[in-house]
């Protein structure tokens, strides 16, 4: 017997018609960098699956890996075995070795139509020898334990351990968008909205320091390797933000600092667009959850960018984002505490339904373009690699193309 890896592909593939190619080719390339190092070597493929040969003792490994991998609906280390009852059998008494279940079912999945045997009476005759040495109840429906055959022509393969993926589809099918990294718990989870429906995504992070200490700028970098694991390359962009603040608060209504904060960050983050050919910003943004986050407030923040403005927990509440937190593992950083940029000099009234006018007016006495200038050029640019965990690091004025 031989351990085999079978991963199967995200659901959607089957739906990409013309286009598939290019959706499969970006998949195994994603599967292939999560099991780089491994020993993992490709040996087949179906139309919504790739099966791998890999070293027993990396399938721990593996199996860490996948379940952060993006277009993996499921996968299963396999035993193969030759294409007869007796050697699956013998595949199943290995695989039965330390497990107790009360019910279980056998699934299989006849695609040699030589094989002497149906796919049910192959599932009645394994059935019935599982049930001889275990005692469990054979149950179709809602079994605790099943087991899946593939009957291949010259083999057949028993998976014995299935884990879930993550879905989504893999990352670069869908462009390249900026996402504002606030170091909240909302900023991280609507960036791995946007990886899970296949968008490339580089991150902005906006700090106060040096008029505030580096807390955030070690909290973005946190994040960033958090959510490289999705992703697999990302960049991170810090960019010092104080001088424009310091701009805003000398001349700005102490009531619309944040929504002109706001306005800056998105036209800085489209800059960088520009840079990274991306086609797109994005924020995390929940309606009304805060006063910055009012529809008004949002039309105001709006108007001062030209690309698109993606916002996926929109209609998200706090408890579902941070429970959406918790599962990708990004809560726990965000929680700690730090200084965030728009809390700096934060009015203790902020403005609900910011008057454009208002806003426009104000931001007529700002110096824009040497603002803007300023805070690109001070701006450091971090690489990060995974698996590896390689990361590199420069300020903008080393920084090159990946």
Known sequence: METLLLVNLFHELALKGKNR????????????????????????????????????????????????????????????????????????????????????RITAKRSDKAFPLTSPEVERLLGAFVQERTGAEVRLKGAEREFVVRLLPGAALLEVERRAGLGGLPPGVSGRVVALLSGGIDSPVAAYRLMRRGAEVVLVHFHPFPLLSGASREKAKALAERLVRFQHRLRLHLVPFSEVQRHI??????????????????????????EEGALALCTGDSLGQVASQTLENLHAVNQAATLPVFRPLIGWDK????????RIGTYETSILPDEECCTLFAPRHPVTRADLGVVLKAEARLPAGELMALALKGREVFTYAWPGKRLEGASIMEHGPA
Not at 38 to 57: D, I, K, T
Not at 81 to 87: F, M, V, Y
Not at 319 to 326: T, Y
């Open 319 to 326: 408890q579902e984002i941070m429970a959406e937190a918790k």
């Open 21 to 104: 190619p290019l959706f499969l080719k970006r998949a195994k390339a994603h599967v292939a960098r999560a099991l780089k190092g491994l020993g993992a070597a490709l040996e087949g493929e179906w139309p919504m699956a790739l099966l791998f040969r890999l070293p027993e003792e990396a399938w721990p490994e593996a199996r860490t890996r996948l379940q952060d991998t993006l277009g993996v609906e499921g996968f299963a280390r396999v035993l193969r075995t030759p294409a007869d009852l007796k050697a699956l059998k013998g595949a199943l008494e290995e695989a039965l070795k330390g497990e107790t279940f009360r019910s279980f």
């Open 249 to 274: 608060l000398v001349e700005a209504p102490a009531a619309y600092r944040v929504v002109l904060y706001r306005r800056y960050m998105l036209r800085i983050a489209e800059a960088i667009a520009r």
